[in-house]
């Protein structure tokens, strides 16, 4: 039986508090993460993916006793990234009840680790982010929160970390994260076709339709969208908002 397709509120944690980027860069405060996760618990999420932004860059994830609060409050499943590079610091994040956690910079500076996490607490538990930049050598993976320039190429990329072993992939374009003018799906569609894994198109989404393009036209798995779900109007109001199910179907038929 085929898998429904899942759109996934992608959210950024500074510090204590929950913003969203352009581009990686010029973060504005959206919100409290637990105000903000009690607003998604009324809708019918499929989960949540909380991506902490500074610990991303200073490798250093957010405190527990943080990640146990947010866990406690909501009620989807949530998958955190950020800082994380040894098998402890993930099981510490799934103990306290993340059901995923998402990996970008240790693919490449500790891939033993990786492969350990996936043998130890699964591959369904390990997400592979796949941060992508346009430079002047074509679209180039970046580490360290978008700061480091790997040099390698998207689909190497996403190749490499199919073959550690995780479950997902979560393919990121930096250029139109932030931008709401739509996915860069000839990138999703090239890393779709590489992999056997799932990917999750994020990085452009603005309009409703955007989501089922991703899907629809590109071939992602899921589609992830910050400021769609943040904001509303051309003055990029917060407003939390998620489309019903019936919406969902409709987008996909």
Known sequence: MAVEPRFIPCLLLAGEGLVKTRGFADPVYVGDPVNVLSIFNDFEVDEIVLLDIRGARERRPSPDALLRHLAEECFIPLAYGGGLETVEQIGRVLQIGFEKVVLNTAIDSVPDMVREAVATFGSQAIVA???????????????????????????????????????????????????????????????????????????GAGKRRHLAEAVKVAGASAAAAGSLFVFQGAKRGVLINYPSRHQIVSLLS
């Open 129 to 203: 982010a796949v941060d992508v930049r346009t430079t002047p050598d074509g679209p180039r993976v970046f580490t360290l929160g978008g700061t480091r320039d790997t040099g390698s190429s998207p689909v190497m990329w996403a190749r490499r970390a199919a073959s550690l072993g995780v479950g997902e992939v979560l393919l990121t374009s930096i250029d139109r994260e932030g931008s709401m003018e739509g996915y860069d799906l000839d990138l999703v569609t090239g890393v779709c076709a590489a992999v056997d894994v799932p990917v999750i198109a994020h990085g």
